[in-house]
């Protein structure tokens, strides 16, 4: 059962590009700073290694932050 707990390992560019659109996003006005960790496991959960295409998934990724992540004041 040990397998079920191995998992691979982020490469330096899948790094780079989570966290490219990490600061893309955290930096918005809409966003909530204080929604900044919340948004990080998000990211590290959603789209594990050798899973993400920053490509092809930022979109989503944009748009699931602004759902979940936006300040109150801005979800109007």
């Not at 560019?13 to 700073?33: H, N, R």
């Not at 998934?57 to 801005?74: G, P």
Request: with cysteine; aromatic share 16%.
């Amino acid at each position: 059962m040990d397998h079920l707990f191995v998992k691979s390992s982020y490469q330096p560019e899948e790094l780079a590009e989570l966290k490219s659109i990490f600061d893309d996003v955290t930096g918005q006005s809409w966003f909530d700073p204080d929604a900044k960790v919340s948004f990080a496991k998000y990211l590290i959960e959603t789209f594990p290694a050798e899973a993400f295409d920053a490509q092809r998934y930022r979109s989503v990724v944009a748009a699931s932050a602004r759902m979940f992540y936006c300040r109150e004041s801005s979800a109007a």
